[in-house]
């Protein structure tokens, strides 16, 4: 049933429609403001709670934030936007769910753990190519407390992470794409991942359990493209941290010459993990969306990269797969962003 055809379908797609990224913008709590990249964030809350009273129902808030920041970015209204694409970790997306309930936009629901953000714009982008859509909203969260309440244990323990383990970004991403060939920066192109299990059972090393995905996914980028990683201005992963970058550097670094020069981690990139107490680094669905929306697409823009490539690492496990012992598969989706 697999015949050459099916295989061709694993090839990096290269969009053929302009897909220009027409707005985007970031969202952010107290940690990821006081972060190396806090200055690049649209808005920022000192109150985990944003004066709800539910952390659930402060995520819904960052949700509405961002994508009503974004649409005043793009001078727009929500009628202009045919179809939005939104995700988060809290069951059922009920994040997104409930935080974009006012938005007069036919909404998709898409759970794909912290990978959610690039495979959201993958879609975007197809929808746009296909031509059955001209504007797509795509918009991602999480949130420190919410994730721990769900994953772990709720912060009213007191436990202790262990020194693998990553924080959840509190924060939320969105980015709005058309079909535009005006100069800006443009969805180039993208490459799905395949869901990889190492057999790793232990949820406080999560980028172990991710770091496979990401590596096959890049691996599979660059042989079937052709393209180089000297090409790119940076090349970064989702949220791995510390211990699944470096797994991933050295699965990747003979099997990918130069990569090693490009390469890095939004959930480094987003934490001075020596200064601040958030373990091996960032994580979550927020995580990848805040560096990409805030910082990544922002030096696109003013030319300070050409060339940029987002890999979002999600682990597909729940709260019930971790009770009952099983172990945590992964997946990885690319995305390629270039300055026109």
């Keep these: 049933m697999f015949d050459i055809d099916y295989v061709s379908n694993r090839q990096p797609i290269f969009f053929k429609t302009p897909i220009k990224i027409l707005s985007h913008a970031a969202v952010g709590g107290k940690n990821e403001k006081q972060g190396p990249l806090g200055e690049y964030l649209d808005l920022y809350c000192d109150d985990e709670k944003l004066s709800c009273d539910t952390w659930e129902n402060a995520e819904s808030e960052m949700c509405r934030m961002a994508l009503d920041l974004a649409l005043s970015k793009a001078k727009i209204k929500e009628c202009a936007v045919d179809f939005l694409i939104a995700g ?26 912290c990978s959610t953000f690039a495979e959201g714009i993958i879609l975007g982008g197809m929808m746009i190519e296909s031509g059955a859509a001209k504007c797509v909203a795509v918009v991602v969260s999480s949130h420190f407390c919410t994730a721990e309440r769900q994953y772990r244990f709720p912060l009213e323990y007191g436990s202790f992470a262990e020194k693998t383990a990553q924080t959840t970004v509190t924060g939320a991403g969105c980015v709005i794409l058309c079909n535009s060939s005006d100069n800006g920066v443009f969805l180039t192109s993208a490459l799905p991942g395949i869901v990889c299990d190492r057999g790793i059972k232990d949820a406080a090393n999560m980028g172990a359990a991710m770091c496979t995905a990401a590596a096959d996914t890049l691996i599979r980028y660059f042989e079937k493209s052709k393209i180089c990683p000297e090409q790119f201005d940076l090349v970064a992963t989702g949220d791995l941290g510390h211990e699944g ?82 172990s945590i598969p992964a997946v990885a989706h690319l995305v390629t962003f270039e300055s026109r």
């Design 88 to 113: 988060d970790l809290m069951n059922q997306c009920t994040g997104a769910g409930y935080g974009l309930s006012s938005f007069d936009i036919p909404y998709f629901g898409l759970y794909g753990a």
């Design 245 to 326: 970058f470096l797994m991933a550097r050295e699965m990747m670094i003979p099997k990918i010459a130069g990569i090693e020069k490009v390469y890095n981690d939004c959930g480094i990139m987003i934490y001075d993990t020596k200064r601040q107490d958030v373990g091996s680094g960032g994580s979550g669905c927020g995580c990848s969306a805040v560096v990409t929306a805030g910082y990544i697409l922002g030096q696109l823009e003013k030319n300070k990269m050409q060339r940029a490539a987002i890999v979002g690492t999600g682990a597909m496990m729940s709260p019930q797969s971790l009770l009952q012992g099983r």
